[in-house]
Structures are given as C-alpha cells and as structure tokens.
Nanobody, 120 residues
C-alpha cells in the first residue's frame, strides 16, 4: 500500500525532452525528501537529483546539471523530473525514491522504474 510509481519514460531522439512523474501513495508525501536515480545497462546506479520535503533544496549530478530540473507538487503527491537536451548517455532505467534523510544513498522506498531511451 505504501508505494511510489513512475511514469513518463519512452523513446526520444537526442536533443529532445521528456518529463518523468512519480506519484506516491500510502505515505505523508511532504514528510519525505525525494530523489531520482538511474541505472544503464552494465552500469552502476547513479544518483541523478534530489529535492527536500519543502522543495527548497535541490541536488543535481554533474552529468545532468543545466539540463534536468527536479520539482514536486505536494498537493498532488507527485515528483517530477524535466529532462531537456537529452543525450544517448542518458539512456537508463529511472527510479523514483522516497527518503527520510535528504539525498542519501539509502532511500526508504523505491519505485519499479521507467525506461528512458535516447537515440542518436
């Protein structure tokens, strides 16, 4: 019953954009910090972006700075990741996570993931 569910992944050409969404249920959404992780084939998990419970603090991996924007709507229990200027190296499974600690590597709750594929 406590879960986060991602959506919005798909196929896009290099230079294009996608917006990922993550909807939470069974938890008090604004009591949790949130984050996005990704893992490409044969690669280790990468922390992409984090946002504090209030939305006042954010973090971005160097690889996505200036291209991705994390946001949240606490009235809708929803987390977003706007991805612009996509590159083939952004191809990965993207996971949403809820965390009692801000931007840790051990989130309390993971989603099942949504696939993003960027063609060259």
């Amino acid at each position: 019953q406590v879960q986060v569910v991602e959506s919005g992944g798909g196929l896009v050409q290099a230079g294009g954009s996608l917006r990922l969404s993550c909807t939470a249920s069974g938890l008090i959404f604004d009591d949790f910090h949130m984050g996005w992780f990704r893992q490409g084939p044969g690669k280790k998990r990468e922390k992409v972006s984090c946002i504090s419970w209030s939305g006042h603090s954010t973090y971005y991996a160097d690889s996505v700075k200036g291209r991705f924007t994390i946001s949240r709507d606490n009235t809708q229990n929803t987390l977003y990741l706007q991805m612009n200027s996509l590159k083939p190296e952004d191809t990965a499974m993207y996971y949403c996570a809820a965390d009692v600690n801000y931007c840790s590597y051990s989130p309390n709750l993971w989603g099942q993931g949504t696939q993003v594929t960027v063609s060259s």
